[in-house]
């Protein structure tokens, strides 16, 4: 877990680890109304918008969580690496992805931008039961 002496990146760092179906309704306290929102499936604007992307997580995912660990702030942005831990379903084993965030600040210090970087392949579809090992013997073949 994470810690930071800038409260503005103290409590977003609170907000992701903490962060819970309960705790969606303060996404306009994390998120300026106008943020822009994009990861490797999405690209969104607006705390409306941002907040139906949790919701699917929350719907889809089993135990879905984020453990920050490195924090870079200069000025008005911040980069934090993360771990993304979930299940698939009850039961099935725990999936962790590994990245990275880029945060713009508002002045008010909420994020107006919200960039996450993250290797979509090694990361999520080697993980996966069936198209996992395809994508390891795509990658082998890649690198022979």
């Not at 819970?20 to 607006?46: C, M, W």
């Amino acid at each position: 877990m994470a810690r930071h002496d800038d409260p503005r990146i103290a409590r977003i760092i609170d907000f992701f680890e903490q962060l819970s179906p309960a705790e969606l309704p303060r996404l306009a306290q994390i998120y300026t109304d106008d943020a822009h929102f994009k990861d490797p499936f999405n690209e969104v604007q607006g705390v409306p918008a941002i907040g139906h992307i949790f919701e699917h997580m929350f719907r889809t995912l089993h135990a879905p969580r984020f453990v920050i660990h490195d924090v870079v702030v200069q000025g008005g942005q911040c980069f934090l690496t993360w771990d993304f831990v979930f299940r698939l379903k009850r039961g099935s084993a725990e999936v962790v992805v590994r990245g990275g965030s880029h945060l713009l600040l508002a002045e008010d210090g909420r994020i107006r931008l919200h960039r996450d970087y993250w290797d979509v392949a090694e990361e999520l579809y080697e993980k996966l039961p069936v198209l996992g090992a395809l994508m390891r013997w795509l990658r082998r073949r890649v690198n022979s």
